[in-house]
């Protein structure tokens, strides 16, 4: 593929941005207050997949903003200069109703992920939680297995994580959450990206 000059891309990226925004695809429009589409680098080398917005996502309009979203954002501050640009986004758009994730919606709004990461071309993505990474790998085992380790997914690398929401909720999960940031820190200081 060719590449494709900043400008297109910014171009693409935000008319795409503003169809997820008035998108009336599913029941989800109805209850949403905003869209949330994508926060982060226009050419990420990794982008971090949530499964969808929460109440202070779906006010703000952004990913990742509430207590979850500081708790990953101290995650990627730790990852520091060996994360290099990256982005954040959901699997699903709009909050479910309750924070009760549709599969039946996620279907619906697939083409959107797919088509964001159609556009940034990330080497490698970051699923957190279980549902993230269903989406990414059907039939995946559950996260608790695979986080904290590189794995391939059908057309790009991945390291799934747990969802942050679950590493706030425990202890020993959030145990867990620490110890698999840093195994994705060692992963990324080995140079993993650049050989993807
Ligand atoms: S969840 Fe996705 S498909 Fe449903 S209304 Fe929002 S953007 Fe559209």
Redesign the pocket.
């Known amino acids: 593929m060719s590449p494709v000059s900043e400008e297109a891309l910014r171009r693409a990226f935000e008319l795409l941005s503003e169809e ?1 925004r008035r ?7 109805a209850s ?1 207050t905003h ?1 949330v589409v994508y926060r982060g680098s226009l050419r990420p080398r990794l982008v971090f997949v949530g499964e969808a917005p929460g109440r202070a996502e779906d006010l703000a309009g952004q990913p990742f903003v509430g207590r979850s979203g500081r708790l990953l954002d101290r995650a990627i501050d730790q990852l520091g200069s060996g994360l290099g640009a990256y982005g954040v986004l959901n699997v ?3 909050r479910p109703p309750e924070n009760r994730f549709d599969p039946h ?1 996620a279907r ?2 697939r083409p ?1 992920l797919d088509r964001q990461l159609g556009l940034l071309r990330p080497s490698a993505l970051v699923p957190l939680g279980t549902k993230a990474l269903a989406a990414l790998e059907p039939g995946a085992p559950a996260i608790l297995e695979v986080a904290g380790r590189p794995r391939r997914f059908a057309d790009r690398w991945g390291f799934p994580l747990i969802h942050p929401a679950a590493a706030l909720r425990s202890t020993r999960l959030h145990r867990r959450w620490d110890q698999d940031v840093q195994a994705l820190g060692s992963w990324l200081r080995r140079g993993a990206l650049e050989t993807l």
């Open positions: 997820i998108c009336t695809l599913c029941p989800l429009a949403r869209a699903l758009k709009c919606a619906t709004c959107y």
